[in-house]
């Protein structure tokens, strides 16, 4: 069972910047397309964007497309840049790895992390 840790969320004013990374327990982390998700209350959780094992051609949500950016590197861990934050990207976010079917489907990923809190003031 691949274990997975988030950090990086906090408390920033809108037009600022967060990176987030996710921490996986295996070395065969690197064989997973890994995607990031967020859930604010009361709504559903929300895809954003995902990495493929070669890193390359990722996918986003439009509603982040231009703003947020996802990496990884070549040890267990994927980042979530995000750029030109607005207070409605305030929720809880999660990484999670990706199995099979719709990657913009939350029950298309198979080991999900804790979540980390990103609130973005006005």
């Known amino acids: 069972q691949v274990k997975l840790v988030e950090s990086g969320g906090g408390v920033v004013q809108a037009g600022n910047s967060l990176r987030l990374s996710c921490a996986a327990s295996?070395?065969?982390?690197?064989?997973?397309?890994m995607g990031w998700f967020r859930q604010a209350p009361g709504k559903e959780r929300e895809f954003l964007a995902v990495a493929w094992r070669s890193a390359s051609n990722p996918k986003y949500a439009d509603s982040v497309k231009g703003r947020f950016t996802i990496s990884r590197d070549n040890a267990n861990t994927v980042y979530l840049q995000m750029d030109s934050l607005k207070p409605e990207d305030t929720a809880v976010y999660y990484c999670a790895t990706f199995s099979s079917g719709n990657y913009r489907h939350p029950s298309s990923y198979t080991y999900w992390g804790q979540g980390t809190q990103v609130t973005v003031s006005s």
């Open positions: 295996e070395r065969t982390f690197s064989t997973y397309p």
